[in-house]
């Protein structure tokens, strides 16, 4: 058989959405300082560092650390990894269906990148509740 069926990827958007119902991974905010971090070097820098991080800490078949290579907070992407379970090659494998074992592919660094943009977008949006809540009564 030569056709891949392992094509089980989801789309990022997806994943996401999926993630923010599980009660351990939406526990994950952006702190006032990872958002001024965002806001000061901006998206496209913080996603290429991104792409650094994930080079170094997830794409080798056993990498350094596993299941602790990434800091709970110090830098939005790893706070970002921890909310959408890109954090270790056992989680990758557990929500996203990316084998351990073996080094990550180009394709699959791009799609965790686009997977923590798409967290962080969402985490950049204003909150709705900070409208939505009732003005307080004396
Ligand atoms: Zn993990």
Not at 96 to 118: D, F, K, M, Q
Request: glycine share 6%.
């Amino acid at each position: 058989m030569a056709i891949n069926i392992m094509q089980t990827q989801r789309s990022p958007e997806g994943i996401v959405i999926t993630l923010a119902r599980s009660p351990f991974r939406r526990k994950f905010k952006l702190s006032v300082g990872d958002r001024a971090h965002l806001h000061e070097y901006g998206m496209a820098q913080v996603l290429a560092h991104a792409h650094a991080l994930v080079g170094q800490r997830l794409t080798p078949a056993e990498p350094e650390n596993e299941g602790r290579q990434t800091p709970f907070r110090g830098d939005p992407v790893f706070v970002a990894q921890h909310g959408t379970a890109t954090c270790c090659r056992r989680c990758l494998q557990k929500w996203h269906h990316i084998p351990a074992g073996r080094s990550l592919t180009a394709e699959e660094e791009n799609y965790i990148v686009n997977v923590i943009e798409c967290w962080l977008q969402a985490q950049s949006r204003p909150r709705r509740n900070a409208y939505e809540l009732p003005a307080a009564t004396a």
